[in-house]
C-alpha cells in the first residue's frame, strides 16, 4: 500500500515524459516539412523527399507532409519514359496519395494527385486500363465537389485519348489488310465505321458529355471546347450517313472558331492589363 503513492508518481513522470518527446516531435516534424517546402519551391526533390520522409516519421498525423512528398516523388515522374526507375517513382506517387486517402478519403488534392499521375503512366507505354482507372479518381472528384469544371475536363480528354488511339489503330490495321488505303482525314469505310462505333461510341458520348458539363461550369472553358471539338471528329467516324458526318463536322468547326474567339479575347485582357 505504501508503495502506491511512489508508483503513481512514476506513472505521471513517464506521461510527462511520453507527452513532451510527442510535442517535440511533431516541432520538428514541423521544421522537415517546412525545410522540405522551401527545398521543393527550389525543385530541389531529392532533397524534398528526404525531409518530407523525415517529417512524415516524425508526425503520422501531418497530412501536408504526406501530400508534399507525393508531390515531390509526382514531380520527379518523366511523362513517356518508360525505365523501371521511372515507373517506380509514378507508383510512389500514388502509394503516397492513397495514404492520405485511407485517412481522409475526401482529400481532393489527393484524388487529383492519383487521377493526374495515373494519367501521365497511361500514355507510354499506351495503357488503356491506367486512363480507365484515372477517370475512377475524376469521378470521385465530382462526387466530393460537383460544380468543379475540371474534373469533367479530363474525363473527356481521357475519352479522346481512348477514342483517338482506337481510330488510329483501326485504320492501320484495315490499311495493312485490305487492297484499299485510308487516309487520316478520309471518312471511314461503313463497316468499319460501324466496328468503330460498337467498340468506341459509349467512350465518345461519355466524353462529349463530360465536356459539355465543363462548359456548364465555366463559360470560357477553352481547353474543354478543343477536345470536344476533337470528339466531334471522332464521333463523325462512326456516322453511317454523310449528313450526319457532315452534322458532326459542322459542330466541330464552330467550336474552332468559338475557340479562336476566346482566345483572341483573353489575349486582348492581357494586353490592356499590361499597358
Known amino acids: 500500500m505504501l508503495r502506491k503513492p511512489h508508483t503513481r508518481f512514476l506513472l505521471a513522470v513517464v506521461f510527462v515524459a511520453l507527452v513532451s518527446s510527442a510535442g517535440c516531435d511533431k516541432l520538428r516534424a514541423r521544421d522537415k516539412l517546412n525545410k522540405g517546402v522551401q527545398a521543393f519551391k527550389a525543385n530541389q526533390y531529392d532533397l524534398a523527399i528526404e525531409d518530407f520522409k523525415e517529417a512524415k516519421a516524425y508526425d503520422p498525423t501531418l497530412t501536408n507532409a504526406r501530400l508534399y512528398l507525393a508531390t515531390a516523388y509526382a514531380n520527379q515522374y518523366i511523362p513517356g519514359a518508360p525505365s523501371d526507375e521511372n515507373v517506380r517513382v509514378g507508383n510512389q506517387a500514388v502509394q503516397e496519395f492513397q495514404e492520405v486517402l485511407a485517412k481522409d478519403p475526401n482529400n481532393l488534392a489527393a484524388i487529383d494527385g492519383i487521377g493526374s499521375i495515373?494519367?501521365?503512366?497511361?500514355?507510354?507505354?499506351?495503357?488503356?486500363?491506367?486512363?480507365?482507372?484515372?477517370?475512377?479518381?475524376?469521378?470521385?472528384?465530382?462526387?466530393?465537389?460537383?460544380?468543379?469544371?475540371?474534373?469533367?475536363y479530363w474525363i473527356g480528354v481521357i475519352d479522346w485519348s481512348l477514342s483517338y488511339r482506337g481510330n488510329k489503330d483501326m485504320r492501320e490495321e484495315y490499311n495493312r489488310t485490305s487492297k484499299k488505303t485510308i487516309k487520316d482525314t478520309d471518312p471511314m469505310p461503313p463497316a468499319l465505321a460501324t466496328q468503330f462505333q460498337q467498340k468506341y461510341g459509349t467512350v465518345v458520348d461519355e466524353g462529349i458529355s463530360s465536356l459539355q458539363d465543363a462548359m456548364q461550369h465555366r463559360n470560357d472553358y477553352d481547353d474543354a471546347m478543343a477536345y470536344l471539338n476533337l470528339l466531334y471528329r471522332q464521333k463523325a467516324d462512326m456516322e453511317a450517313t454523310a449528313d450526319a458526318r457532315n452534322a458532326d463536322l459542322k459542330l466541330a468547326d464552330d467550336l474552332v472558331d468559338k475557340v479562336k474567339a476566346i482566345k483572341q479575347k483573353k489575349a486582348n485582357a492581357t494586353e490592356q492589363g499590361n499597358s
Do not use: C, W
Request: hydrophobic share 20%; no cysteine.
Open 118 to 152: 495515373l494519367y501521365n503512366m497511361a500514355g507510354t507505354p499506351f495503357d488503356p486500363k491506367k486512363f480507365e482507372e484515372s477517370k475512377t479518381y475524376h469521378r470521385r472528384h465530382i462526387q466530393v465537389k460537383p460544380d468543379d469544371p475540371e474534373p469533367y
